[in-house]
Nanobody, 124 residues
Framework: QVQLVESGGESVQPGGSLRLSCAAS????????AGWFRQAPGKDRELVSC????????YYADSVKGRFTISTNNTKGTVDLQMTSLKKEDTGIYYC?????????????????WGQGTQVTVSS
């Protein structure tokens, strides 16, 4: 049975940093295209970043470029999201999604599995 589990979300002040991790059971997460998504209060879930392991290519939403970095930890078997210079608008529930057919995904394409999400709150 496939299961994705996110961790690392917490409350932080603007300008702070957080590192989110996504671990999987049932398949080798770091060998599949995976992404991080977020859902802000009252908004739809949106793609934040994704990574293709076959060539290491990555995608970032414009709102997080230069501040967020997606990576894999082959030792731990996780896909991580390093977030720096956090802003209030980064607040939301962050979800890991995998596997993905494409990075970035095509219109309407969804990951095969979702984690339960981890809450990130950026507030002073």
């Amino acid at each position: 049975q496939v299961q994705l589990v996110e961790s690392g979300g917490e409350s932080v002040q603007p300008g702070g940093s957080l590192r989110l991790s996504c671990a999987a059971s049932g398949f080798t997460l770091q060998s599949h295209t995976a992404g991080w998504f977020r859902q802000a209060p009252g908004k739809d879930r949106e793609l934040v970043s994704c990574r293709r392991p076959i060539d290491g290519s990555t995608y970032y939403a414009d709102s997080v470029k230069g501040r967020f970095t997606i990576s894999t930890n082959n030792t731990k078997g996780t896909v991580d999201l390093q977030m720096t210079s956090l802003k209030k608008e980064d607040t939301g529930i962050y979800y890991c999604g995998a596997p993905m057919l494409r990075c970035p995904p095509g219109l309407g394409h969804q990951p095969g599995y979702w984690g339960q999400g981890t809450q990130v709150t950026v507030s002073s």
